[in-house]
């Protein structure tokens, strides 16, 4: 039980345009789905905290207008990347919550030329 | 402010050997505590978990740990590694009876030579 996806698991796109990263948790329903960004040999960085039909919380530096957030129903949370820069490029992982745990994503690998 | 330390940034063990990764955290009370594996390319999978009671915790894979209060530790152990233990280990913590927002250390990578 417990599991999470998210997909799509690698992207490549264009510097400019959008890009959409699905978080779904399968097998139970999560109020609350955190995005995290993890750059090469370093820890996860906690990008912001979504809560199931409200407004997502971001973390002090990140921009919110960039990393469009919704969580629309109680099994999925998206992350959109929007007008993508190579600065940009890095691992995004989910992760959904139940009780006192978190239960993570595989991740998705964004490279942006 | 609240912390959470993992000192050894590498470790390289012989297959077989024993390990012992250290975790310690800065916090006003005894946070949810948690170890978690991360492959290369891969999300994390968790190891062990400690809320409270039995300061030994078991956990998957044949890991182990043991909080230490007095020491405000979580030290991560397993009697003999395997070479499919080569990954990045994170410790975690949520303040207990916040809203689960984890906080990881910064990991340790563990080498094992065959």
């Known amino acids: 039980g417990a599991v999470v996806s998210q997909h799509p698991s690698w992207v490549i796109c264009k510097s400019g345009t959008s890009v959409k990263i699905e978080c779904r948790s399968l097998?139970?329903?999560?109020?609350?789905m955190f995005w995290y960004r993890q750059f090469p040999k370093q820890s996860l960085m906690l990008m912001a905290t979504s809560n199931e039909g409200s407004k997502a919380t971001y973390e002090q530096g990140v921009e919110k207008d960039k990393f469009l957030i919704n969580h629309a129903s109680l099994t999925l949370s998206t992350l959109t990347v929007t007008s993508a820069h190579p600065e940009d490029s890095s691992f995004y992982i989910c992760?959904?919550?139940?009780?006192?745990?978190?239960?993570f994503g595989p991740g998705t690998r964004l490279t942006v030329t | 402010a609240q912390s959470v330390t993992q000192p050894d940034i590498h470790i390289t063990v012989s297959e077989g050997a024993s390990l012992e990764l250290r975790c310690n955290y800065s916090?006003?009370?005894?946070?949810?505590l948690f170890w978690y594996v991360q492959s290369p390319g891969q999300g994390l999978q968790l190891l062990l978990k400690?809320?409270?009671?039995?300061?030994l915790v078991q956990g998957i894979k044949g890991f182990e740990a043991e909080f230490k209060r007095s020491q405000s530790s979580f030290n991560l152990r397993k009697p003999s590694v395997h070479w499919s233990d080569a990954a990045e280990y994170f410790c975690?913590?949520?303040?207990?009876?916040?809203?689960?927002?984890?906080?990881f250390g910064s990991g340790t990578q563990l080498t094992v030579l065959p």
């Open positions: 097998d139970f329903q999560a109020t609350t």
């Open positions: 992760s959904a919550s139940s009780s006192h745990e978190q239960y």
């Open positions: 975690a913590v949520v303040p207990s009876g916040s809203a689960r927002q984890l906080t």
């Open positions: 400690y809320f409270s009671g039995d300061t």
């Open positions: 916090y006003g009370a005894t946070p949810y």
